[in-house]
C-alpha cells in the first residue's frame, strides 16, 4: 500500500443469539439461534451504512456471524461480495462452550477471571481452549490480508464479541495484559479502524450502537 492510500474497516459483531440472552460462552464450537430482534437490529445498522460503498465483506462461516453478514448486505445499495473466513471464527473455549457464565465462574474461577480481566494470565489449557495469543496470531494474517487486498477501500469484517476485542485491541498496539481495557463489545456494534500503510491500525469508533432502537443491557456486551 501507498502512504496516500486509507483502508477504512468496519468491525461488526454478530446479532444477539439465544445463548447471548441467556448469558452462555458460545465459542467456536457453539451456536445458537438469533433472536428475531436481531433481524431488526442489524436492518438498523444496514440503514445506518446503505449509503456507504463496501468493495468486500468478509465474515467468520459461524453461522451467527455469516447471517450477520448476509442479512446487512441485503440491505446496501451496492451489494458486496461476501468471503468467509475461518481465521475470523470466536475463540475456541473448550469445556467452557454452551456453560452459563455463573457456572464456569463456580467451577473454573481463575480462568472466568482472567478471561474476562487478565488476558496475560488466561491458561487456556485448563479448559482445553484458544489464549488470546492463539486468536492473535489467526486473525492477524487475515487482517492484513484483507488490508492488503482492498487498498483505498471500506471494508467489512463480521465476526465475534471476544475474537473481535483482542484482535482488534492489539491492531492498536495495546499490550497483552490490557487488551480488555477498553470495554466490552454489543452484539451488532460496529467499530471503525483505519490504515494508511497496512500495518498500522487508527481508532476513529469504539462499539458503536447510536443506531439501535432500544437500551442495551448487561447480556449485550462481551
Known amino acids: 500500500m501507498g502512504g496516500t492510500e486509507l483502508t477504512k474497516l468496519y468491525f461488526i459483531r454478530h446479532g444477539k ?38 468493495s468486500h465483506i468478509y465474515a467468520s462461516p459461524i453461522k ?78 487475515a487482517v492484513l490480508s484483507i488490508v492488503q487486498n482492498n487498498p483505498d477501500d471500506n471494508v467489512m469484517v463480521v465476526s465475534h464479541g471476544a475474537a473481535l476485542n483482542a484482535e482488534m485491541n492489539h491492531l492498536l498496539g495495546t499490550p497483552l495484559a490490557d487488551l480488555r481495557k477498553r470495554g466490552g463489545l ?11 500503510d497496512g500495518k498500522t491500525f487508527k481508532l476513529l469508533k469504539w462499539n458503536d450502537t447510536s443506531y439501535l432502537n432500544r437500551k442495551l443491557d448487561k447480556t449485550d456486551l462481551v
Not at 455469516?66 to 445499495?77: F, G
Not at 481465521?87 to 472466568?112: A, I, Q, S, T, W
Not at 454489543?186 to 494508511?196: H, K, P
Request: aromatic share 8%; glycine share 6%; no cysteine.
Open 17 to 54: 443469539t439465544e445463548w447471548n440472552l441467556e448469558s452462555r460462552y458460545q465459542g467456536a464450537g457453539g451456536d445458537s439461534p438469533l433472536l428475531s430482534q436481531s433481524y431488526d437490529e442489524m436492518n438498523q445498522l444496514a440503514q445506518h451504512i446503505k449509503t456507504i460503498k463496501f
Open 186 to 196: 454489543a452484539n451488532t456494534s460496529t467499530t471503525i479502524l483505519e490504515s494508511t
Open 64 to 141: 451467527r456471524a455469516r447471517l450477520t453478514a448476509v442479512t446487512i448486505a441485503r440491505q446496501l445499495k451496492r451489494r458486496p461480495p461476501i468471503s468467509l473466513l475461518s481465521r475470523l471464527e470466536e475463540f475456541n473455549l473448550g469445556k467452557m462452550e454452551g456453560m452459563k457464565f455463573d457456572d464456569v465462574k463456580r467451577l473454573y474461577p481463575e480462568e472466568f477471571d482472567n478471561f474476562r480481566n487478565h488476558p496475560d494470565l488466561y491458561q487456556s489449557k485448563v479448559i482445553g481452549g484458544e489464549s488470546y495469543s492463539d486468536v492473535i496470531n489467526r486473525m492477524t494474517p
